[in-house]
């Protein structure tokens, strides 16, 4: 299980010899790519047009950003929630426990958490004697087995559903190991019913939010299972974590973004759940939390605005470039070690973990752009990629080959006549290792060419010496 | 210096653009509410029936569980019982306790959304959040005058209402989950089953 | 439409180092389509470097091909690649700078596409080729349908190929893995991109590859060669031309 994205190539060695996994990917495809695009056909509205809005809703807000954080602080504050600022993961770790031991809370249950996974808050709250339990059915599965989640929505993205029974059979232990578990609908069933206790009896619960509104002070969550509502309202205390840029002006704005998220991710026009959370239960109500905290959480996202980099912080999480993605449908997401995987892992990481951790992210893309055409939000995410590209050039951290190589061809392709000649002589001397076969198999550098192809031959004299005989021979 | 000082400073020293606030976004028009409203509730998996008064209710929703083999029993959250005449069903009885996993639960939905087929529940006390999640079939009664186009037009109602209250819920379908080889499976941790009754007196 | 266009051919550093006929046959189209052909002093657009995040030698490299092809009404490059980095990469590089700012902008308005160009800019609608009974394929490269809006044109011009059938890929919007200095970087995860592409082609039923970007050209090829696989694989200029005499990429001469 890789968890250093250091280990890229190693881990995606791997993952592209495994075959189970290969299955698993194939319906990036055919489940996610093509639910995408039957619902932009489908949208009544004209899709571009509504890129564009969201686009426009996102910049407002990050260019108003401290603003509207106060501004919901102040709403949210007002109606009896509390808002807390987390400047890292650490911080953000403290806070969550800190209001969990203040509660007295010792059972815990979490909706599905993208930045509970960033800070590494559950082997945290584990240390610390607290054991939450995840109820969204692709973060159980996962915890069950002790793996990250692999893809940013589809936490289980990577099993099959054998290996999903497996998981139950040896984690379920209680229950009749003669059942049958070959539907997924029975997979299905087992996890509600064994979590269905846990929600009843859950001290706390841990959400995310998929988006904050400045004006109405709320935060909004868009699910599918349930999960998340029943985290939220049954326990005495719900705890929001986010991150600082989710935030929107107001809920027409978060409307707006919910109808580019859906789309984007799973295909739907809308999810089963849209839950506006405005504050603790109202006086008279006998649900809802009576503790209700919202963590905002930077872990170097401040630090991206004013860089090229900043239109990153756009992203909402639909995870349509990651379903795009050739590089990421090739390896999957546990080859890249982090949180955020993909294209959107390879634009953001380099900003959250820094430029020498996460290298390969930006570096391991064709710049093939299907990612930016796919983003409901427009992020320039190849450009982006090149950005980190060239911070790490500049700061001295790129392979002393590779900067070798790029400066000896910047040197030739500075000066014409030196060009020309070392072209002539290449192109000779490719030709001639060709042979009759007219291809290349080998050559002392580039190892990474003939790793896995052969080089068809060159012609054997370059353009502008041919180019130089025709109009030679013209005069 | 606090978190909240060290952010806001932080955010605050590197912002360089200014962007505009676009316009309002002017969804897709939508033709005729009822329509619309009735084939996207289906499109999510659930069911709708039109009825003409309130009086039809209580045998409507006889017949629903009968239809799904589900006991007479419907759990009912507080106040709302008495919107209806419930003798009109004799073998339906009704529980004011909280509805369990495979429980059915009634639920009023004073607005709706024509665009997703979508049911607006701001939580009260008498109508309690959590219900929409924990029963195993839900019941909603929507009138077709509650009907409106978009989710911004919900909010703006809700909000002309009053104070938006501690949480709404947007409801659209049953629950649902795709975890498993991205195939999706109706009914997961919320109700495995929805059903819409559209009064249209 | 200016009546006889002078135009400056991009030759590209693959074309000249490894296939120089896809350069003659591209100027052959060129001056079918009525135009002055130049080939100014030239090396490389810089690409290499711009991805590679070397930002300096990126715009010592531009800058020569700035001033190079500034006296030209038109740069054409049979390469939706460096096309693409003239047009669209260019500006980003010298956005607000005093001194090539403007002079970038003029460039990269008038920087196009080899096919693009034919079609939209000289109204070409036909060619007077064949080539006899063969089934091909045609790869879009990325950077010619998302840099440069490529797509039509070149089917366009192949349908007037007499004797030649065109098939389909199923999957035309996804990339080969060759992406530059990807492909010797990341290999594996190139090659896995490559097999996918080549088994596209395959499925096709084509036994003539055809494209526009040499670099994809390449990187497929000597993958199928790697594996045994016999497909032609051919620059589409050299096909419209009718310069297919000679052998295709790395065959044998005969």
Not at chain 1, 154 to 169: C, D, G, I, M
Not at chain 1, 208 to 231: I, K, M, P, Q, R
Not at chain 1, 403 to 410: C, D, E, F, P, T
Not at chain 2, 16 to 41: H, S
Request: with cysteine; charged share 25%.
């Amino acid at each position: 299980m890789n968890l250093d994205p250091q280990r890229f190539r190693e881990a995606g060695q791997s993952a592209l010899a495994d075959p189970g996994l290969k299955v698993a990917l194939g319906r990036l495809k055919t489940h996610f790519a093509l639910g995408r695009t039957r619902a932009v056909a489908r949208y009544a509205g004209d899709w571009e047009e509504l890129r564009e809005q969201g686009r426009a809703i996102r910049d407002y807000a990050l260019s108003r950003l401290d603003s509207l954080l106060e501004t919901f602080e102040r709403n949210l504050m007002a109606r009896g929630g509390r808002v807390h600022w987390a400047r890292d993961a650490q911080e953000a770790r403290d806070i969550v426990l800190g209001i969990l031991r203040q509660n007295g809370a010792r059972s815990i249950i979490k909706g599905k958490s993208m930045v509970s996974e960033e800070i590494g808050l559950n082997l945290f709250l584990e240390a610390n004697g607290i054991a939450p339990v995840e109820t969204d059915l692709g973060e159980y599965i996962v915890q069950l087995r002790e793996e990250p989640p692999s893809h940013i929505i589809a936490p289980a993205f990577h099993l099959s559903k054998e290996q999903v029974a497996n998981t139950f059979r040896w984690s379920h232990t209680d229950l009749d190991p003669s059942r049958l578990l070959v539907e997924r609908s029975a997979l299905v069933s087992e996890a509600r019913s064994v979590l269905r206790a846990r929600f009843e009896s859950a001290d706390a619960g841990i959400t995310g939010a998929n988006f904050l509104a400045a004006d109405e002070g709320a935060a909004v969550l868009v699910t599918n299972e349930g999960n998340g509502d029943l985290s939220r309202l049954l326990p005495k205390t719900h705890i929001v974590l986010t991150g600082i840029e989710k935030i929107v002006a107001d809920l027409d704005d978060a409307a707006v973004l919910l109808r580019l998220l859906t789309r984007s991710a799973t295909g739907q026009e809308i999810s089963s759940y849209v839950s506006v959370m405005l504050g603790p239960r109202s006086p008279g109500q006998t649900d809802g939390p009576e503790n209700f905290h919202v963590v905002l959480v930077d872990n170097g996202r401040s630090k991206l605005i004013g860089t090229e980099a900043e239109e990153v912080l756009r992203c909402i999480r639909c995870a349509a470039c990651l379903n795009h993605c050739p590089v990421y449908a090739a390896v999957g997401g546990h080859a890249y070690g982090a949180t955020y995987t993909g294209p959107i892992g390879a634009a953001l990481n380099p900003g959250l973990m820094g430029v020498r951790m996460a290298h390969h992210h930006p570096n391991a893309s064709t710049f093939c752009g299907r990612c930016a055409e796919v983003c409901p939000v427009k992020i320039p995410l190849p450009k982006i990629m090149r950005h980190w590209r060239a911070r790490e050039y500049a700061s001295g951290l790129a392979p002393k080959t590779m900067v070798m190589g790029v400066s000896l061809w910047a040197f030739f392709a500075k000066r014409p006549a030196f060009y020309r000649a070392a072209a002539k002589i290449a192109a000779r001397v490719l030709k001639t290792f060709g042979g009759r076969a007219g291809t290349i198999a080998s050559l002392p550098l580039l190892n990474g060419w003939f790793a896995v192809r052969d080089f068809p031959a060159p012609q054997g004299k370059t353009f502008h010496e041919l180019w130089s005989e025709r109009n030679d021979g013209a005069r | 210096m606090t978190g909240r000082d060290d952010i806001l400073s932080s955010i605050r020293n590197r912002r360089v653009k200014t962007a505009p606030r676009p316009a309002l976004y002017r969804p897709p028009a939508v033709p005729d509410l009822v329509t619309v409203f009735v084939e996207r509730v289906r499109f999510a998996n659930a069911e709708v029936r039109l009825l003409s008064c309130d009086a039809d209710v209580p045998v409507a929703i006889a017949e629903l569980l009968r239809a799904r083999n589900l006991p007479a029993v419907l759990h009912v959250p507080p106040g709302a019982a008495s919107n209806f005449a419930w003798d009109m069903a004799p073998g339906l009885s009704l529980e004011a306790s909280p509805p369990g996993s495979e429980d059915a639960a009634l639920a009023i939905a004073p607005l709706a959304i024509a665009e997703t087929g979508t049911l607006a529940y701001p939580a009260a006390a008498d109508a309690p959040a959590s219900w929409h999640f924990r029963a195993g079939f839900e019941i909603a009664i929507v009138r077709v005058e509650n009907i409106l186009p978009h989710m911004e037009t919900a909010l703006a109602r809700l909000k002309e209402r009053g104070d938006l209250g501690s949480t709404i819920n947007f409801v659209t379908g049953p629950s649902r989950t795709g975890d498993i080889e991205q195939t999706l499976e109706i009914g997961a941790h919320g109700p495995k089953a929805l059903a819409i009754l559209v009064i249209n007196a | 439409m200016i009546a006889r266009p002078k135009v400056g051919l991009f030759v590209t550093c693959l074309v000249d180092l490894v296939r120089p006929q896809i350069g003659f046959a591209a100027i052959k189209l060129l001056e079918r389509a009525g135009c002055d052909v130049g080939v100014p002093v030239q090396t490389c657009c810089g690409q290499p470097a711009w991805n590679s995040g070397a930002d300096r030698h990126a715009a010592d490299l531009a800058r020569r091909v700035i001033d190079a092809f500034e006296p030209f009404d038109y740069v054409v490059a049979p390469s939706g690649s460096c096309a693409g980095m003239i047009k669209r990469h260019y500006p980003e590089i010298f956005e607000g700078d005093a001194a090539y700012g403007s002079k970038t902008r003029a460039l990269a308005e008038k920087t196009h596409e080899l096919l693009s160009f034919l079609v939209n800019v000289r109204g070409m609608q036909d060619v007077v080729a064949e080539c006899s009974g063969l089934r091909a394929c045609y790869h879009d490269s990325c950077s010619s349908l998302r840099e440069m809006d490529v797509t039509d044109e070149p089917r366009d011009l192949l349908s007037s190929v007499r004797g030649l059938e065109l098939a389909e890929l199923n999957e035309p919007e996804v990339c080969c893995g060759f992406g530059g200095l990807f492909s010797v970087k990341y290999p594996e995860i190139s090659e896995r991109m490559a097999d996918d592409k080549i088994a596209d082609m395959q499925s096709t039923g084509a036994t003539l590859v055809l494209g526009a970007d040499l670099g994809c050209l390449l990187h497929l090829k000597g993958r199928m060669q790697r594996n045994g696989i016999a497909m032609e694989v051919r620059h589409i200029a050299e096909v419209l031309a009718g310069m297919t005499d000679d052998p295709p990429l790395g065959a044998a001469d005969t």
